[in-house]
């Protein structure tokens, strides 16, 4: 009798911790479309028509299943992106598209050179969005990889409101395997938060129009609180193990939280030129570089772009990328 008390207390708790879907896919998608069509008013046949040719992708469970990356150090990382042939790539995409980039940093506050190198680490300028459906994409991860539920069917119907608003078919939506859209790699949760027609158009156009791109990007750090013409990181002196706020090796960032004056009594930062607010918030980063480990200080802004992708080192990698591309830029005089 215990034991069978035991058992059925643990699968109670089984079923309420974990992301059950319905009985069947055919029965959650209804439940799903009938959701959308009610908090937005949407036809339950036109959504119906826009889900009917999702189909399970092989590719995307061969891809999800992959074992993990390399676990990358700073050393590794940074000649991924920092290639004279990306820096290079850069400056064309700022020289071709400067009137835009230069309306962006008026209106969100975001300086071209950040713009240029997400989309340039996303998808090397356009060059390289992915090709796979994000509708199959989606609902394999919905209905077929039950670890991926919650976010697939999240993500799903996040996608099919993007089809109805923007009056779109799912074949013109092509991406990546996890389900990022587009030049930037916008997930449809983020399309809808972000993505702006910065070309007066009437479409949020993120795989084709590289105006409603290059707003979406500058609008997206500007909702993240980018704040202009502050800088993003600083160089730190060397912190030993066992000094106040030593950090181990990380990949991922946290919050600015401690003051500047701080890590200037500790001896971690040389007050810089022009010199900050003594109550500036900044982050110690350790990364381990080509010649041994590296100090950073990273502000505000470096957190801005940890919201793009949360780890120190894309962070660092499109920084390092943007003052390249700036510098060339600037070297070629334009």
Not at 61 to 76: C, F, G
Not at 132 to 147: E, F, M, N, R
Not at 149 to 170: D, H, S, T
Not at 288 to 298: C, D, N, T, V
Request: aromatic letters at 10%; proline letters at 6%.
């Amino acid at each position: 009798m215990l034991k069978t008390l035991t058992r059925i207390g643990f699968l109670a708790i089984l079923s309420c911790c974990t992301p059950l879907m319905a009985s069947t896919p055919a029965a959650d998608t209804e439940a799903l479309l009938q959701e959308l069509a009610t908090e937005k008013g949407y036809a339950i046949e036109d959504l119906r028509r826009l889900l009917q040719g999702a189909s399970r992708s092989q590719r995307v469970i061969d891809s999800l299943n992959r074992p993990a990356e390399t676990i990358h150090t700073w050393k590794t990382y940074r000649p991924i992106f920092l290639k004279q042939n990306r820096i290079d790539a850069g400056v064309a995409f700022w020289k071709q598209h400067q009137e835009t980039l230069e309306r962006a940093e008026q209106t969100y506050g975001v300086p071209p050179e950040i713009i240029v190198a997400i989309i340039g680490v996303e998808t090397f300028y356009g060059k390289r969005p992915g090709s796979i459906s994000i509708l199959d994409a989606l609902y394999t991860q919905a209905y077929h990889y039950p670890k991926r539920y919650r976010f697939g069917r999240n993500q799903l119907k996040a996608f099919l409101q993007i089809l109805m608003e923007e009056e779109m078919e799912p074949s013109m939506a092509v991406g990546s395997y996890a389900g990022a859209m587009g030049m930037p790699q916008f997930i449809p949760t983020s399309y809808l938060s972000y993505a702006v027609d910065f070309n007066g158009d009437g479409k949020r156009d993120i795989w084709s129009d590289t105006e409603d791109v290059i707003g979406s990007v500058a609008n997206y750090f500007s909702k993240h609180n980018w704040r202009k013409g502050e800088r993003v990181v600083l160089p730190a002196n060397t912190v030993e193990a066992g000094q106040p706020f030593y950090i181990e090796p990380a990949q991922r960032t946290a919050k600015p939280a401690t003051p500047l004056a701080d890590l200037v009594a500790a001896g971690i930062l040389t007050q810089p030129e022009p010199p900050l607010p003594a109550d500036t918030l900044a982050t110690v980063l350790h990364l381990q570089g080509a010649k041994g480990s590296e100090f950073w200080l990273g502000l505000n802004n470096f957190y801005v772009i940890t919201r793009y992708n949360h780890s120190n080192l894309y962070a660092m990698a499109v920084y390092q990328l943007s003052q390249a591309i700036r510098s060339q830029k600037q070297g070629s005089g334009n």
